[in-house]
C-alpha cells in the first residue's frame, strides 16, 4: 500500500512540473493576447489553452502517465477533457470573482485578468483528474 502512494505522489510531481511550465507558456501566451492584442477575457483565456494544451499532450502523455497508447481515441478524450474543464473554469470564474470582488472598484481589464487567473487554478484542478481518470487511464 505504500509503495502506491508513493508511485501517486511521483505522478503527481511530474504533474506539477509539466503545469509549471505549461502554465507558463499559457500565461504568457494569454496575457500578451488579452494585453497586447486585446482579444477579450475569452479569446485571451482560450489562447492560453490552445496554445498550452500542445505542450500539456505530449509532456503528459509521455513524462507524467508514461502512456505507450498509440490511440486517436486518447487525443480525442484530451481536446474534449480540455475542453470540458475549460468551459467549466472560466465559466465559474468570472461569476465567482464577480461575488469576491464586487465591492471593490476595478477596472475591467483588472477584473478580468483576476479572473482568468482564478480561472486557471479551478482548471488546474478539474484537468488533473480529467487526465489521470479519462485521457490517460490505465
Known amino acids: 500500500m505504500n509503495w502506491i502512494k508513493k508511485i501517486f505522489a511521483l505522478e503527481q510531481s511530474r ?10 507558456i499559457g500565461m504568457a501566451a494569454m496575457f500578451i493576447a488579452y494585453n497586447v492584442f486585446h482579444m477579450g477575457y475569452w479569446l485571451s483565456s482560450a ?13 503528459n502523455k509521455y513524462f507524467t502517465f508514461k502512456s505507450e497508447k498509440k ?21 465559474i470564474a468570472q461569476p465567482a470573482m464577480g461575488v469576491l470582488l464586487g465591492s471593490m472598484e476595478l477596472s475591467v481589464s483588472a477584473f478580468e485578468q483576476i479572473s482568468m487567473l482564478f480561472g ?6 478539474l484537468n488533473y483528474f480529467g487526465q489521470k481518470f479519462f485521457v490517460f487511464r490505465k
Open 15 to 24: 504533474f506539477i512540473v509539466v503545469g509549471v511550465m505549461n502554465t507558463l
Open 47 to 59: 489562447m492560453d489553452y490552445i496554445i498550452g494544451s500542445i505542450f500539456s499532450y505530449f509532456a
Open 71 to 91: 490511440s486517436g481515441r486518447e487525443v480525442v478524450r484530451f481536446v474534449i477533457n480540455i475542453l470540458v474543464c475549460y468551459f467549466l473554469a472560466y465559466s
Open 120 to 125: 486557471m487554478c479551478i482548471f488546474v484542478v
